[in-house]
């Protein structure tokens, strides 16, 4: 499949890497979308291609997994995983400097930027919508931390706001305040895991190592539950 590497895929949902650059869904300009890759791939595979919908979405430049369903009678199933977070996903992110803690669980509320309608912020308690971020430093080199990061929530651009708020912005990410990158936006969903609708099997998804992001594969601490 051009421009995107499929991870998996059955009769019911497919799951393909995305890169940077390329919306999930339509925006109303035209432009090729992943769910156009994706419908173009299921075209010359399938004699009655399935329409492909995404129950997730990455913003334009993070890369990672991305999920689509392929059955409609099987998708309210894969809904519900992602309003209940049943599914866990973890990200890989980069930022500048030595990120102090081991670990650390951000559950800063997210709201609109009153000031600025691209951006999201951290806000006070009571304010905003609840988010809950757990971030696990995993490497440090060159000036640069590596983190883990699984969403317990998912609100627009959470990891990236609850990283800055710890003064810590996601390296490539001018919206924030994080350093300039000449590989962009250095954020990917690297892996993520979901219980199969029709199957009950537990799914593990993930890419490829990213060397944009990190030159070496580092081992990853054990998933918390």
Do not use: N
């Not at 992602?82 to 973890?90: D, E, L, N, R």
């Not at 490497?139 to 810590?168: D, P």
Request: charged share 25%; hydrophobic share 35%.
């Amino acid at each position: 499949m051009d421009e995107a590497r499929v991870i998996y895929e059955d009769d019911t949902l497919l799951a393909c890497d995305k890169p940077a650059g390329i919306l999930v869904h339509g925006d109303g300009t035209g432009a090729r979308t992943l769910t156009d890759v994706v419908a173009g791939h299921l075209a010359r595979t399938h004699p009655e291609p399935p329409r492909p919908q995404p129950v997730q979405r990455l913003d334009v430049e993070t890369t990672g997994i991305v999920i689509f369903s392929l059955d409609r009678a099987t998708q309210p199933a894969l809904d519900a995983q992602v309003a209940g977070h049943g599914m866990c996903k973890t990200y890989l992110a980069v930022v500048s400097g030595r990120f102090p803690w081991e670990e650390r669980v951000v559950r800063a509320p997210i709201g609109r930027d009153r000031h600025d309608a691209k951006r999201m912020r951290a806000c006070r308690p009571g304010q905003g919508k609840p988010a809950e971020t757990r971030v696990r430093k995993i490497a440090q080199a060159g000036g640069r931390s590596l983190l883990l990061v699984e969403l317990r929530t998912g609100r627009r651009h959470q990891i990236r706001v609850h990283l800055a708020s710890l003064g810590f912005p996601i390296v490539g990410d001018a919206l924030y305040g994080g350093a300039r990158s000449t590989s962009g936006l250095l954020l990917h969903a690297w892996r993520e895991e979901l219980d199969h609708p029709v199957t009950g099997e537990r799914l593990r998804l993930e890419t490829a190592w990213p060397a944009r992001l990190w030159s070496e594969p580092v081992e990853p601490p054990r998933h918390k539950k």
